[in-house]
């Protein structure tokens, strides 16, 4: 057996039991300090989701992406989301400062037990974001909000700072894609209560997206240790929503009487009417690349996203590179444009996603006349 192997098994058998004994026990010390862990009722069973989830896989890329780094260790500035004692090193559980991870953390040591289940955590503490903002964490979430926040939203995050003075249409230096980072549906959530989108000066924004009574925090819709859909799954949306029946009918519901993406139909889905605008805020980044910008962007799921399509055919071939053209108007439409595409903005804060998506499309056309505007109907 190669050593790789053999390593990523002992890792997940570590992971495991982990799991097990943070079930097992009902007080888990952390450099002097306790750090309770729930009662061990039905061990067997939240150790069984919890091992089959995506936080228990000890040999993914959010897990492993470290591994030949020069000294094997996670950095400081991911280990928050990346590692169990990183997240308790932010908290200060560990016994050093809160809100900053003071140290590197091992590779692989996963999300485990002792990061929701403890004293501190649950006692809903407020949850810092990017944007600066802070917000009073309700529900048991604010482990949730802590790592599904994103790393550079808002006016006040990274995006703003590399801009600085530069005019809207000018290329810098400084200038660059800033990446929400992946799965930041907790800023989505909570709309301009923690300002993880780019707001425009002048425009207003919704707040956290209230859904409907039982379904309106993370763990009301998502099984907190399998992380799919909570019991009794979809069945609690068929309460308001005859048409789900399953995986991917969330997007056939429609929640507004408005024409979001101004294709004239006020019949389709609101899942149609979010896609519909990101469809245009793309068209719209593509055009103004290529008429202000002098070379056009093109767009991959993959790093580094942001890609100058030499032959304008809208895929990454061989060659090439990161976009590099970037003008103040162009980074914010693209992180805009990623912020509601990778967070699921139409089901996590429909109307926050609208609101970004057209602001970010009337901006760009505001440095581009040939960008042509529909009629939205902005929420």
Same mark, same amino acid.
């Given at each position: 057996?190669?050593?790789s192997?053999?390593?990523? /098994?002992?890792v997940?058998?570590?992971a495991? @039991?982990?799991?097990v004994l943070?079930?097992?026990?009902?007080?888990e010390?952390?450099?002097g300090?306790?750090?309770?862990?729930? %009662?061990s009722v039905?061990?067997?069973?939240y150790t069984q989701?919890?091992? @089959?989830?995506?936080?228990?896989?000890?040999?993914?890329?959010?897990f492993?992406h470290?591994?030949?780094s020069?000294?094997?260790?996670?950095?400081?500035?991911?280990a928050?989301?990346?590692?169990?004692? !990183?997240?308790?090193?932010?908290y &200060?559980?560990?016994?050093s400062?809160?809100?900053?991870v003071?140290q590197?953390a091992?590779?692989?040591?996963?999300?485990?037990?002792s990061?929701?289940?403890n004293d501190?955590?649950e006692?809903?503490?407020?949850?810092?974001?990017?944007?600066?903002m802070?917000?009073?964490?309700t529900? !048991?979430?604010a482990a949730?909000?802590?790592?599904?926040q =994103?790393?550079?939203? =808002?006016i006040? &995050?990274?995006?703003e700072k590399?801009?600085?003075? /530069?005019?809207?249409?000018?290329?810098g230096?400084t200038?660059g894609?800033v990446? %929400?980072?992946?799965l930041?549906?907790?800023?989505? *959530?909570?709309?301009a209560?923690?300002?993880g989108g *780019?707001?425009?000066?002048?425009?207003t924004y919704?707040?956290a997206?209230?859904?409907a009574s039982g379904?309106?925090?993370c763990t009301?819709c998502?099984?907190?240790?399998?992380?799919?859909?909570?019991? %009794?799954g979809?069945?609690?949306?068929q309460?308001c929503?005859?048409?789900i029946? !399953?995986?991917p009918?969330?997007?056939?519901?429609r929640?507004?009487?408005?024409?979001?993406d101004g294709? #004239?139909?006020?019949n389709? @889905?609101?899942?149609?009417?979010i896609n519909?605008?990101?469809?245009?805020?793309l068209? @719209?980044?593509?055009t103004y690349s290529?008429?202000?910008g002098?070379?056009?962007i093109?767009?991959?799921?993959?790093y580094? *996203?942001?890609?100058?399509d030499?032959?304008d055919?809208?895929?990454q071939?061989e060659?090439?590179?990161?976009y590099?053209?970037w003008?103040p108007?162009l980074m914010?439409?693209?992180?805009n444009?990623?912020?509601?595409?990778r967070?699921? #903005?139409? /089901?996590?804060n429909?109307?926050?996603s609208?609101?970004?998506l057209?602001?970010? /499309?009337?901006?760009?056309?505001?440095g581009?006349?040939t960008?042509?505007l529909?009629s *939205?109907?902005?929420?």
């Amino acid at each position: 057996m190669k050593k790789s192997a053999l390593l990523a /098994i002992l890792v997940l058998v570590l992971a495991v @039991s982990t799991g097990v004994l943070g079930y097992l026990y009902s007080t888990e010390t952390v450099t002097g300090q306790d750090v309770v862990v729930s %009662p061990s009722v039905a061990i067997g069973d939240y150790t069984q989701k919890w091992a @089959s989830s995506a936080h228990a896989n000890s040999a993914s890329e959010g897990f492993r992406h470290w591994d030949d780094s020069e000294d094997g260790t996670v950095p400081a500035n991911c280990a928050q989301c990346h590692s169990s004692t !990183g997240f308790l090193d932010y908290y &200060g559980l560990d016994g050093s400062e809160a809100y900053v991870v003071d140290q590197p953390a091992k590779v692989g040591t996963v999300v485990d037990c002792s990061v929701c289940h403890n004293d501190y955590v649950e006692s809903n503490p407020v949850v810092k974001f990017p944007s600066g903002m802070e917000v009073a964490s309700t529900d !048991g979430v604010a482990a949730c909000w802590t790592c599904h926040q =994103g790393t550079e939203g =808002g006016i006040n &995050g990274n995006l703003e700072k590399r801009i600085g003075e /530069i005019a809207p249409d000018d290329k810098g230096e400084t200038l660059g894609f800033v990446n %929400p980072h992946y799965l930041a549906v907790g800023s989505m *959530y909570l709309g301009a209560e923690a300002n993880g989108g *780019y707001q425009y000066e002048g425009k207003t924004y919704a707040g956290a997206f209230r859904h409907a009574s039982g379904v309106e925090t993370c763990t009301d819709c998502h099984d907190p240790h399998t992380l799919h859909l909570a019991d %009794p799954g979809y069945e609690k949306c068929q309460t308001c929503h005859a048409e789900i029946q !399953g995986y991917p009918d969330q997007r056939l519901v429609r929640r507004t009487r408005l024409d979001y993406d101004g294709d #004239g139909d006020v019949n389709e @889905s609101t899942y149609d009417e979010i896609n519909g605008l990101a469809e245009q805020a793309l068209a @719209s980044i593509v055009t103004y690349s290529k008429n202000i910008g002098g070379v056009t962007i093109g767009y991959s799921d993959n790093y580094p *996203y942001w890609f100058g399509d030499v032959n304008d055919n809208g895929v990454q071939d061989e060659g090439e590179k990161a976009y590099a053209d970037w003008t103040p108007r162009l980074m914010r439409a693209a992180f805009n444009y990623k912020f509601v595409t990778r967070s699921a #903005g139409y /089901i996590h804060n429909p109307v926050y996603s609208a609101q970004l998506l057209i602001d970010s /499309i009337e901006d760009l056309a505001a440095g581009d006349a040939t960008i042509t505007l529909a009629s *939205y109907s902005r929420p």
